[in-house]
């Protein structure tokens, strides 16, 4: 991107390869190191950079592109190159794709690198530090770098579609909407057309698609199979409105702070981790609830796919048998996706207890914001079922 090494007045501030001092600077916009030749962009020092291993995969779409390199000493590389290195995480060594926060220091991390080191700290009842300086790291004393993420917003990185550069912040664009060789599907998909292709050639597809032309008969086993989708989506939402209409319902907004949400090990001879809330009255009744990662796993922490799942504890002694439908839903001031799932257990002295049920997150990204969170935000809905 030759238009980059016109911008003499950006300031890129390169730190050592050091562990000690920091390996970058996490601002920008301050003025430029001058190298032996002057000041300016020309002046950087030459510093271990990163650089992307020449071969047929630069080319090849289907082919998953492979971790840049670090340019050995001496190298110069173009300047793209050169800013790689100054501003990729310091983690897992590739370009930030959303925010980019850093440490203290100025060591830069992606935010899923960053949240997964805070969550790994928790797991392990440690103080989550940066991997490079060891600094303590926490929501709270690391900060967003703008300026870097705007900079990264810039650089040029290839379409995996027709292989064409552009600006990070225009490639989300580009492939979903002007990209004649993305990925598209034939609007006949829904009456049971599989083809799928690049986008130029669409209209031809359509134009010859035999998909419109098939017999009533044909087209409804393949409606049947959407409408039994359709009306289990439409069920789980009937009984919410329905478990709405019940005489008693009581809710709560169950706050697990770190106090609160603190890891306890079990008393076997391979001790499991697992999370408990204080006590807390629903339906004048008391209750708890607990939590483990990854089903009891005994090392959590060394497993890059994270779940969680809850069970439900009646605390109180009660006379009669109490029938409940119960779900979880996330909490107020919280971004994490949760699925409502209705749950169901009848609680007497016997069967207080109900089985774990797992918590129904979208992916192990989103587990790991609950984890890493100071504060997780859950809101409990119990529906008693009246005789």
């Not at 238009?3 to 050592?16: I, K, P, Q, Y």
């Not at 935010?111 to 060891?134: M, S, V, Y």
């Not at 027709?162 to 990925?183: A, G, I, T, W, Y």
């Not at 598209?184 to 035999?210: D, M, N, S």
Request: contains cysteine.
């Amino acid at each position: 991107m030759a238009s980059l090494e016109d911008r003499g007045d950006m300031g890129v501030a390169a730190a050592s390869g050091s562990s000690g001092g920091g390996h970058v600077a996490g601002a920008m916009g301050g003025g430029l190191e001058a190298g032996p030749g002057g000041a300016g962009l020309p002046g950087i020092q030459e510093e271990p950079g990163l650089r992307r291993e020449a071969s047929s995969t630069d080319t090849d779409p289907e082919v998953p592109r492979k971790k840049r390199i670090r340019l050995q000493e001496g190298e110069s590389g173009k300047l793209e190159e050169r800013l790689y290195s100054v501003l990729c995480c310091t983690v897992c060594l590739d370009l930030p794709k959303a925010s980019v926060y850093q440490c203290t220091n100025g060591h830069l991390m992606c935010a899923g690198c960053f949240i997964h080191l805070l969550a790994d700290a928790r797991l392990k009842e440690e103080q989550a530090t940066c991997p490079n300086c060891r600094c303590e790291i926490s929501k709270s004393l690391c900060c967003r770098n703008l300026a870097v993420e705007k900079a990264v917003s810039e650089l040029p990185t290839d379409c995996s579609f027709c292989l064409k550069q552009f600006p990070r912040s225009s490639l989300e664009r580009h492939q979903n909407e002007e990209c004649q060789d993305r990925v598209t599907r034939c609007k006949y998909v829904r009456i049971g057309c599989p083809w799928q292709g690049p986008f130029h050639e669409l209209p031809a597809h359509e134009a010859a698609c035999c998909h419109p032309s098939k017999s009533g008969q044909e087209l409804m086993g393949i409606l049947s199979d959407m409408d039994q989708q359709h009306r289990r989506e439409l069920t789980l939402y009937s009984s919410i409105f329905n478990l709405l209409c019940f005489e008693k319902i009581g809710f709560t907004a169950i706050l697990l702070p770190e106090v609160q949400f603190r890891p306890y090990r079990t008393d076997d001879f391979i001790t499991r981790l697992y999370y408990e809330t204080p006590r807390f009255t629903v339906l004048n009744q008391t209750w708890v609830l607990k939590a483990r990662v990854n089903d009891s796993e005994r090392n959590p922490n060394l497993s890059c796919k994270r779940t969680l799942s809850f069970q439900l504890i009646l605390k109180s002694k009660v006379n009669a048998t109490l029938e409940c439908h119960f779900l979880l839903l996330k909490g107020p001031y919280d971004d994490v996706k949760i699925q409502p799932v209705i749950q169901h257990h009848v609680f007497s002295n016997d069967a207080n207890e109900t089985e774990y049920a797992p918590l129904p997150i979208t992916d192990s990204v989103e587990c790991n914001k609950l984890l890493a969170a100071k504060n997780i935000n859950l809101r409990l809905f119990i529906f008693q079922i009246q005789k």
